[in-house]
């Protein structure tokens, strides 16, 4: 999406990572729920980057698993949900993510 060594294209990029996320690669689930979330190369629409965050997360994206967390946390783009935050917070968590580990703290 930076355009590291072609002109940035975000229409381009869109197109690429909504192939390589529609066969299930995380990392491109994760970016493509960014655009949504953003509004960059995609059209703003936050119920979309949030299934996408949550498709990543479910492939073990930690990224991905604290975004997701952070919207159940908040009720942002999906219901509000306590019990759904938390558990999306304790992988990051585990494995270090301050931020992670701090909304899990609120969660509990």
């Known amino acids: 999406m930076e ?3 072609v002109p940035e294209d975000l229409k ?3 197109k ?3 192939a390589a996320s529609e066969k299930g690669e995380a990392e491109a689930q994760y970016h493509l729920g960014l655009m949504y979330n953003e509004g960059q190369g995609a059209p703003l629409d936050p119920k979309e ?3 996408w965050f949550e498709a990543a997360a479910e492939a073990g994206l930690k990224e991905a698993q604290y975004n997701i967390g952070t919207l159940y946390a908040l009720g942002q783009a999906v ?3 306590d019990t759904k935050a938390a558990a999306w ?3 990051p968590a585990i494995q270090g993510d301050q931020h ?3 909304f899990l703290g609120l969660a509990l």
Do not use: M
């Open 3 to 5: 355009g590291s060594g």
């Open 49 to 51: 980057a949030a299934r």
């Open 79 to 81: 219901e509000k949900n």
């Open 16 to 18: 690429l990572l909504l």
């Open 100 to 102: 992670a580990q701090y």
């Open 89 to 91: 917070f304790q992988q």
């Open 12 to 14: 381009e990029a869109f």
